[in-house]
């Protein structure tokens, strides 16, 4: 039998069980796993044809495939650490914006801890050292899921006609006015709204953001007026106005939305960092529609993907910290 039919047909079946979920309900995180088992194994039955046909260049390829793990982490931690001094530059010292940087700086300190636990050969330092390295590789390879998935689930589009347009809000900039990181979110808006209007339709566009901290208004209505400034008629918009989370954002507009209509169906615009995150809470609160996202400054797009990944760590924490648990159980009793 040829070694390659074994993982082409887990390949099918992983890429046959993403799609019937994705049918199902994209706003899944389970279907980046389907998604990501569907094209290792795919991998993996590419190199066994190419070992079958020549084992040299299969070699020489699974020997170059391991090379690049140790030069994409060095490459990754010295990117990170860039990143996060150029978002300390430009965004200012907040907790949020020194995610790259403690990333980047914690890679560099896990190989150097790797490195001298290595010299010193101690028993209770290497289970330290075994938990830590497998924990890091659960969430990489959590990550890896939530990116890749993150990816497609953007670049998907629903031709569906709409009644809702939904804009999540993100905080106003000196209390009143739209900072560009909303101002890209209402544009989207707008322009989803005009392309459903130049089929025939008339949906509604829902602002979404209450009055935070230090903020002169509720976030909605600067949300609204920034529009209307560009040529959105006032009588279209809905003022969802209480909200202080995305949970809160997208409960409450589902809420104004099912008021409204209650067989509607509507598409929430959020910046494409948080698209998937956003989708995820989504159909929890039973909002019936998808997310999509509008461009992102790239040195910000970093920190923000980081931000995300790590708030659906803690949304998941027990099953998550069972894992972690198990890893550290195993490398102490692997030590000792």
């Excluded at 890209?184 to 509604?204: C, F, I, Q």
């Excluded at 998937?276 to 461009?295: D, F, H, M, T, Y």
Aim: glycine share 8%; proline share 4%.
């Amino acid at each position: 039998m040829n070694p390659a039919l074994l993982p082409l047909a887990a390949a099918v079946f992983c890429f046959a069980v993403f799609l019937i979920s994705f049918l199902l309900d994209r706003r899944k995180l389970r279907n980046g796993f389907y998604l990501f088992f569907a094209l290792a194994f795919f991998g993996l039955a590419m190199l066994a044809l190419l070992a079958s046909i020549s084992p040299e260049a299969a070699a020489i390829v699974a020997f170059g495939l391991f090379a690049l793990i140790p030069l994409t982490i060095v490459v990754l931690a010295v990117f990170l650490i860039g990143n996060g001094v150029t978002m300390l530059r430009r965004e200012g010292r907040r907790p949020a914006n020194l995610l790259s940087l403690a990333a980047g700086a914690g890679i560099v300190a896990l190989i150097v801890f790797g490195f001298v636990v290595g010299q010193l050969g101690w028993a209770p330092l290497e289970a330290v050292r075994d938990s830590v390295d497998g924990i890091v590789a659960y969430a990489s390879f959590l990550f890896v899921c939530f990116l890749l998935y993150s990816l497609v689930y953007g670049r998907v589009r629903s031709r569906r006609p709409l009644d809702f347009v939904v804009v999540l809000g993100s905080g106003l900039l000196g209390g009143k006015n739209v900072p560009p990181l909303l101002a890209g979110r209402l544009d989207r808006g707008a322009r989803v709204l005009s392309a459903e209007d130049r089929k025939g339709r008339a949906p509604l566009l829902v602002t979404s953001g209450g009055q935070g901290p230090g903020e002169d208004l509720p976030e909605s209505h600067a949300m609204a007026d920034y529009l209307v400034a560009r040529g959105v008629a006032r009588e279209r918009i809905v003022l969802e106005d209480r909200s202080r989370t995305t949970r809160e954002n997208l409960a409450f507009s589902a809420g104004l939305m099912r008021s409204r209509k209650p067989g509607y169906r509507c598409v929430v615009v959020t910046n494409n960092f948080h698209v998937l995150r956003a989708a995820l809470i989504a159909r929890e609160v039973k909002v019936n529609g998808q997310v999509i996202g509008a461009p992102t400054a790239w040195y910000f797009w970093p920190s923000a993907t980081l931000r995300e990944f790590a708030a659906i760590l803690v949304d998941h924490r027990i099953v998550n910290g069972i894992v972690c648990a198990a890893i550290v159980l195993a490398s102490v009793l692997k030590a000792f």
